[in-house]
C-alpha cells in the first residue's frame, strides 16, 4: 500500500497530464511576445523612417538601423522556441504515461516568459527610440528648424542640406545608435537567461 501511494504521489504529484500544458505555454510565450516586440519596435520606427525619407532620402539607408534590430527580437523569441518544443518529450507510446514533470515544465514557461517580455519591452523601447531618432536625424540633415528661435541666422534654418549641419547630424546619429545598443541588449539578457533556465529539468523516468 505505501508503495502505491508512493506511486500515486510520484506519477500524478510530480508528473500529471497537464505539465505538458506548462512547456508549451512557454515555447508560445517565448515566440509570441519576442515577435509582438519585434513587430511594434518596426512599426514604429519604420513609419518614421518613411515619413522622413520623403524629405531626405539619402539617410534611409542609414536610419534603417533601428527596424533591424527590432527585427532580430523576433529571431531571439525563435531560437528560444525551437529549443524549449525539442525539449519537451511525448507521452510514452503504447501505456500513455506522461514522463514530463512539472518542475521541468514551469522551468520552460519561465524561459518563455524571459525571453518573451524581455524582447517585448526591447521592442517597443527601439521602437520608440528609433521613431524620434530618425525623425531627429532626418530633420537635422534636411536643416529644418523643429524648435522655435528668434535668431534666424542660427539653429536649422538658412543652411544648405549637407552643410553646416552634417556634425551634429552625426552626433545625433550616435547618440541614438548608442540608445539602441542598449534597448537590443534587453532582450539579449532574457536571452540569456531562458537558454540556462531551459536546462533545468527533473524526468519522470529513469
Not at 536610419?63 to 519537451?88: D, R
Request: with cysteine; hydrophobic share 40%.
Amino acid at each position: 500500500m505505501g508503495d502505491y501511494n508512493g506511486f500515486y504521489e510520484y506519477q500524478y504529484g510530480l508528473c500529471p497530464s497537464w505539465a505538458l500544458s506548462l512547456g508549451y505555454g512557454g515555447v508560445a510565450a517565448g515566440a509570441v511576445l519576442s515577435n509582438w516586440g519585434s513587430a511594434w519596435g518596426t512599426w514604429k520606427a519604420g513609419v518614421s523612417l518613411l515619413n522622413t525619407g520623403i524629405r531626405h532620402p539619402g539617410s534611409v539607408m542609414k536610419n534603417v538601423i533601428p527596424v533591424v534590430m527590432a527585427g532580430v527580437i523576433g529571431i531571439y523569441g525563435l531560437i528560444v522556441a525551437v529549443i524549449l518544443g525539442g525539449n519537451i518529450p511525448s507521452p510514452t507510446v503504447g501505456t500513455n504515461v506522461n514522463v514530463y514533470s512539472i518542475y521541468t515544465g514551469m522551468a520552460h514557461l519561465s524561459a518563455g516568459l524571459c525571453c518573451g517580455l524581455s524582447g517585448l519591452a526591447a521592442g517597443g523601447c527601439i521602437g520608440i527610440i528609433g521613431d524620434y531618432g530618425v525623425r531627429s536625424v532626418g530633420y537635422r540633415t534636411s536643416n529644418v528648424s523643429v524648435v522655435f528661435s528668434t535668431d534666424r541666422g542660427s539653429g536649422f534654418d538658412g543652411e544648405e542640406e549637407g552643410g553646416g549641419g552634417s556634425g551634429d547630424e552625426n552626433k545625433l546619429f550616435v547618440g541614438m545608435l548608442i540608445m539602441l545598443i542598449f534597448s537590443e541588449a534587453l532582450a539579449l539578457y532574457g536571452l540569456i537567461v531562458a537558454l540556462i533556465v531551459s536546462q533545468h529539468s527533473y524526468p519522470c523516468v529513469e
